[in-house]
């Protein structure tokens, strides 16, 4: 199995190094667009809500603040979306295995009604995005004291 690789998919595997030895993938390069945007568009984020606020947290390592957007959409609409692309390859290298995943993402939140949406933030830290959505103070229904007569 290890010489089909080198023999139709155009790879280079060595038989003496069982890291190197590859399965034959009949349908490889077929799908690759498809593979290449599979893992990374179900990027997946976090969303709790605290009293003060809802909080949204994204792992997106290896991504810049600038390949990152974050957008409100038709009012309420949380709309958080970026690319990361595929690297420079050149015709000198030898690859060993891809796991990195690559291509777009796009994940949108409906925001409930409590939500400050003049007010939202985001910020990147060590490959983590977090979005903060400040809530308004719940009103607490006033109540009154009625006395009891008699």
Excluded: Y
Excluded at 14 to 39: C, K
Excluded at 77 to 90: A, F
């Amino acid at each position: 199995m290890s010489l089909i690789p080198s023999l139709f998919g155009g790879r280079r595997t060595n038989i003496f190094d069982p890291i190197s030895l590859d399965i034959w993938d009949p349908f490889d390069g077929v799908f690759t667009s498809a593979r290449e945007t599979s893992t990374f568009v179900n990027t997946r984020i976090d969303w709790k809500e605290t009293p003060e606020a809802h909080i949204f947290k994204a792992d997106l390592p290896g991504l810049k603040k600038e390949e990152v957007k974050v957008e409100v959409e038709e009012g309420r609409i949380l709309q958080i979306s970026g690319e990361r692309s595929k690297e420079q390859e050149d015709k000198n290298d030898k690859w060993h295995c891809i796991e990195r995943s690559i291509g777009k993402f796009l994940r949108k939140f409906r925001l409930p009604k409590n939500a400050k949406m003049d007010q939202i933030k985001a910020s990147m830290e060590n490959g983590v995005l977090t979005v903060t959505v400040p809530k308004e103070e719940e009103k607490k229904p006033e109540v009154k004291n009625i006395d009891i007569s008699g």
